[in-house]
């Protein structure tokens, strides 16, 4: 970055812990194993369901700190990538936890 103010910093690290929240959360679905509880899952992603409201007001802070400058471009792939695990991951966990809720009401 061209610039390095420390309320720059401050958003890149916060940035970087709502992203480390979403790694945690696809490693755990990933990981999760036929016995597991889908309950397990479903209460780790209400917790995070905020994730990408939070992602985005960070993002757009950081974008306007470096608007105008060469490291817009890279700070933007940022965000596509952010959303494109975000989405893949509840898209992928939606018809495991419809299941799962189907699965309740039997």
């Known amino acids: 970055m061209e610039r390095t ?5 401050q958003q890149l690290g916060e940035r970087g812990r709502v992203k480390t929240a979403l790694t945690r959360l696809k490693t755990f679905y990933d990981t999760l194993e ?21 992602f985005e007001a960070i993002q757009d802070c950081i974008i306007a700190i470096v608007a105008g400058t060469a490291d817009v471009e890279a700070h933007e792939w940022y965000r596509d990538e952010f959303e494109h695990t975000y989405y893949r991951l ?12 189907f699965n309740d009401f039997e």
Do not use: Y
Request: proline share 8%.
């Open 5 to 9: 103010g420390s309320s720059d910093f």
């Open 34 to 54: 036929e016995p597991e509880p889908i309950d397990s899952f479903r209460e780790r992603l209400d917790h995070n369901c905020a994730l990408l409201e939070r």
């Open 90 to 101: 509840i898209g992928n966990s939606a018809p495991n936890t419809e299941l799962a809720s």
